[in-house]
């Protein structure tokens, strides 16, 4: 995403339907659907399964309201801010793109493991 964000704008910027429509294909279509594609596994695999619900629904709701609530009004700013310039938009979309990374590299990486193995554990002993 971070690496489509100039082009993004340079496609609508061209004023052309079919440059639109490619910046949308590409935006939404290719770039983004496997983002979210992945997400709901990766948050399963964060939160134990007696709070995961309540976990990722907490996770992902704040985020998103925090991050994606802001982000039209900032990106409006800063059109504002620098004469409808899309370049600190786009350097904007890109610094959330690394936040986005570095809060990936975070997350323990759980393949092959018992995501519930304390459950199964505790479970056993009573």
Do not use: C, H
């Not at 939404?28 to 990766?42: E, F, K, N, R, S």
């Not at 907490?58 to 310039?85: C, E, H, M, R």
């Amino acid at each position: 995403m971070g690496l489509f964000a100039f082009p993004y704008f340079w496609m609508l910027n061209e004023g052309s339907n079919l440059m639109m429509f490619l910046a949308t294909i590409i935006g939404l279509g290719i770039i983004w659907a496997p983002i979210t594609a992945v997400l709901g596994t990766m948050f399963s695999e964060i939160f134990a399964a007696e709070v995961r619900y309540t976990g990722i629904s907490l996770g992902y709701q704040i985020g998103a309201a925090v991050a994606g609530g802001t982000a039209p009004l900032i990106a409006a700013t800063l059109l504002l801010k620098f004469n409808d310039s899309y370049v600190p938009v786009a350097l904007y979309i890109i610094f959330t793109a690394i936040v986005s990374l570095t809060a990936i590299w975070a997350v323990n990486d759980r393949k092959n493991q018992d995501l519930d193995i304390d459950n199964a554990t505790s479970s056993l002993k009573e």
